[in-house]
């Protein structure tokens, strides 16, 4: 019955290590809501770009991402949904958008916001397993009617005929013997991997993030060493070094934790075997006094008392365990 007890204070410590694997299990859930959070900061953002008066349609504007997200680039056109359906947009940034793209649900107005998360990429989209040859872009529309509103649902693009294709320009090689692959995240959170086509092209049907990928995870002593082909000082490979590392970091830490959690829970637990078996002893010299059995007993006068007496004057510490 001690040990049962003992067992049912055990209970709390094991359901607090159960909830915790389960908070690691939801982590790609929570990944999901920070690029669904970023993509709503940099709407408000992308917007903030647009002149206040003399807003031309069909222009691109360059905006500026909060302090706190040095290294993300965005930019956003305004556009009529018709004019996107019958003319496309040429070149906006590395999207080239054909003519055949329905918004829906139908607006007459849309905003087209570009990402480049640049060495945020690994932060907003981890793939363990994989590398990053190009930072993650992303293309997202929304409605164009109220300039200064945030929190805006996206809009649904869909390219009917050709597909929208993305250019990459600044793309590293891929390790010999891999081949590179296009990846989209779309706004669901799920992934899809395509072939890339002639010179650094993914193409899409629909709005979302895209990147190119290679399957492999560099060693990290190689990591700084890989060349880089044509790639600017922003997406050096050191700064994907450094994602790493945290990544790294935060396994080294959460390792130690868990194995601290480990430790006290080992401790406690022999700490509880220990109580439970000197209750027993206990409880054996009280029934042997009880029946009057000599059992260590030591006559000091007239009182006849358990050698153990030691022990039982710590009924203090007992009762501090017992609920
Ligand atoms: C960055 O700053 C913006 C505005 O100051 C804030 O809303 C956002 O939560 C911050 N994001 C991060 C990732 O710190
Ligand atoms: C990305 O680079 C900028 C400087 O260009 C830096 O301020 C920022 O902290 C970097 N972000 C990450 C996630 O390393
Ligand atoms: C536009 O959105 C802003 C921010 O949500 C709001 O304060 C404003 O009233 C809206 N304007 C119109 C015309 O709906
Ligand atoms: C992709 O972009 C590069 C320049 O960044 C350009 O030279 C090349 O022609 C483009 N490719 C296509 C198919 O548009
Ligand atoms: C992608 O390329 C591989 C070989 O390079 C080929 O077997 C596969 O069919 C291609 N997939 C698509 C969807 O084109």
Redesign the pocket.
């Known amino acids: 019955m001690g040990l049962l007890r003992s067992l049912s204070m055990l209970l709390p410590l094991l359901l607090w290590i159960m909830w915790m694997s389960v908070v690691r299990a939801q982590l790609p859930v929570d990944k999901e809501r920070a690029a669904r959070s970023l993509d709503a900061l940099l709407q408000d953002y992308a917007y903030r770009a647009f002149p206040s008066v003399h807003l031309r349609t069909g222009k691109l504007y360059d905006g500026e991402p909060p302090s706190n997200l040095t290294g993300i680039k965005i930019s956003a056109m305004r556009l009529r949904s018709g004019s996107l359906r019958t003319r496309g947009v040429s070149r906006f940034k590395e999207f080239e958008i054909p003519t055949g793209v329905a918004v829906q649900p139908y607006v007459e107005r849309l905003v087209l916001v570009y990402h480049n998360l640049g060495n945020w990429s690994l932060v907003y989209y981890p793939l363990p397993g994989y590398t990053y040859l190009a930072p993650v872009v992303g293309l997202l529309a929304y409605d164009a009617l109220?300039l200064?509103?945030?929190n805006l649902p996206t809009l649904d693009i869909t390219a009917l005929d050709d597909p929208i294709s993305i250019n990459f320009s600044e793309v590293k090689s891929a390790p010999s013997g891999y081949t590179a692959k296009c990846i989209w995240f779309n706004l669901q959170g799920l992934t899809e991997f395509s072939n890339v086509t002639s010179n650094n092209i993914c193409s899409t049907k629909k709005q979302g993030h895209f990147s190119i990928v290679v399957e492999y995870t560099a060693p990290p002593s190689l990591a700084p060493e890989s060349p880089p082909t044509g790639g600017g000082p922003n997406e050096g490979p050191g700064k994907r070094g450094n994602g790493k590392g945290k990544s790294k970091v935060w396994k080294i830490v959460g390792s130690a934790l868990g194995g601290f959690a480990l430790l006290v829970l080992l401790a406690l637990l022999v700490l509880w075997v220990r109580r439970y078996k000197h209750r027993k002893r206990m409880d054996r010299m009280e029934k042997a006094a009880e029946a009057g059995e000599a059992l260590q007993m030591a006559s000091i006068g007239n009182t006849r008392a358990p050698v153990a007496m030691g022990t039982r004057t710590q009924p203090v510490l007992e009762n501090e365990y017992v609920p």
């Open positions: 109220n200064s509103a945030t």
